[in-house]
């Protein structure tokens, strides 16, 4: 059960797997190699099995309360709550988008 705790606290909320796909890849973008270089988070970075692990355990949540902040005008700890409560929704609402792996060799 703390696993499945674990990853529902990765969500970022109402913004669904697809949220956190988006964000993910806006930060490994534009913030990777800053999170390389950076000393002082090094050891956080290693806990969660690489900047992957902590973009989605760390970065993705931290974005997805901000922008539940400015979406709805809260203050932290209600944006917090917002989060947790809609993950389901947002599962629904904004699922993962499917990646096509298939080749087309007719053209």
């Known amino acids: ?3 499945y705790n674990f990853v529902q606290n990765m969500q970022p909320g ?3 797997p697809r949220g956190a ?5 806006i ?7 800053e999170i390389r270089r950076r000393e002082s988070i090094r050891e956080d970075v290693e806990f969660f099995g690489g900047i ?3 973009v989605s355990a760390v970065v993705v949540p931290e974005v997805g309360v901000r922008l539940i902040m400015k979406d709805m005008n809260l203050k932290r700890k209600e ?3 917002v989060m947790s409560e809609s993950v389901q929704y947002g599962a629904v609402v904004n699922p993962a988008e499917e990646e096509d ?3 087309d ?3």
């Open 1 to 3: 059960m703390s696993t």
């Open 14 to 16: 109402y913004y669904g």
């Open 21 to 25: 796909q988006l964000i993910t890849g």
């Open 27 to 33: 930060a490994m973008k534009e913030l990777g190699a």
């Open 52 to 54: 992957m692990g902590f």
């Open 79 to 81: 944006a917090r709550k």
């Open 101 to 103: 792996c298939s080749t």
């Open 105 to 107: 060799d007719d053209g």
